[in-house]
């Protein structure tokens, strides 16, 4: 079963304007979220991540928010710039051995000129 | 450029024919990880390692197996491999009291 789930495979988004980018996960054991960035042919890079004991985590243009009571964590992008472009994916870290990373799908964004 | 090599880049092989990718760092990480990218499925774990000799497996494990005889050397072995795993491969590195991981750069692995 999916634990971390992206429903959107895609977004589209003028520059300047904000981006939203949607996770779900089931697993209420998740302790940990992250948000990696992916450009092809390259490998993902860590974007920002947010505990589960906080709510909001900001870092310049990008902010994660979380919500426990929904099991649903979201990254919002302003402004969208062009560069922003590239697969996102959303992580969850259990307590498991290895505190292993469970991602969901990706989602492709492209910001518009 | 968290100090991960992943070798070779790009392979072609044969249905039935043994594979095996090899993931290096440079950072003396403790934990070590092997994941495919599949369309649809974003990145799926399918084994691990937390140390020198030790192992688990990941989520999508049938038909490979890995190794770690040092600290620096993750590999992955595709045992017969199969049309189905052609998919694009990623090694992960963490350390100990780190909360992010760091991936490599990818090995896209063919199946004929």
């Known amino acids: 079963d999916q634990q971390v789930k992206q429903n959107s495979p895609s977004l589209s988004v003028q520059e300047g304007r904000i981006s939203i980018l949607n996770c779900d996960y089931t697993n209420s054991m998740f302790d940990y979220f992250l948000w990696y960035k992916k450009y092809p042919a390259e490998g993902p890079t860590f974007l920002i991540s947010i505990s589960s004991i906080k709510d909001k985590n900001e870092d310049g243009r990008f902010t994660v928010f979380l919500n426990k009571s929904a099991k649903h964590l979201s990254l919002h992008i302003v402004p969208s710039q062009p560069g922003d472009s590239a697969v996102y994916f959303c992580a969850a870290r259990g307590e498991t051995s290895g505190s292993r990373l469970t991602f969901g799908e990706g989602t492709q964004l492209t910001v518009n000129p | 450029d968290a100090g991960i090599t992943q070798s070779p880049r790009h392979k072609v092989t044969e249905t039935g024919t043994p594979v095996t990718l090899r993931c290096h760092q440079t950072e003396n990480h403790r934990y070590m990880y092997w994941y495919r990218q599949d369309p649809g499925h974003g990145l799926r774990l399918i084994h691990y390692?937390?140390?020198?000799?030790?192992?688990d497996k990941g989520e999508v494990s049938d038909g490979y197996s890995v190794s770690r005889s040092k600290t620096e050397d993750f590999l992955l072995t595709l045992e017969s491999a199969t049309s189905s795993q052609t998919s694009v491969y990623f090694c992960a590195i963490r350390d100990r009291t780190a909360q992010t991981a760091f991936f490599g750069q990818g090995t896209r692995l063919t199946v004929v």
């Open positions: 390692s937390y140390g020198v000799k030790d192992t």
